[in-house]
């Protein structure tokens, strides 16, 4: 496992957007991210919508969403 990046709520969304997940609302400082599965239900994230999250929140984002989690590490 590679270091993860140090990326703000907003690099999180994209990157999350650009494997099927939507930012549905956004109340304040939080962005809900979701996406289908294919059984039908889905996948809700809270993203924070800050310069620079923390190495837990961004770990935490990678189990909620099930995005491979290389996509968030420093190559």
């Known amino acids: 496992m590679g270091k993860l990046l140090r990326l703000s709520g907003r690099d999180v969304r994209r990157i999350l957007e650009r494997h ?5 609302r956004q109340k304040g400082s939080h962005m ?3 996406a ?3 059984d039908g239900g889905t996948i809700t994230v809270p993203v924070p919508d800050h310069d620079e999250l923390k190495t837990g ?3 935490g984002i990678i189990e909620q969403s099930r995005v491979d989690r290389a996509l968030f590490e420093a190559e």
């Open 32 to 34: 809900v991210m979701q």
């Open 57 to 59: 929140t961004l770990h």
């Open 20 to 24: 099927g997940f939507a930012c549905v």
């Open 36 to 38: 289908r599965k294919p």
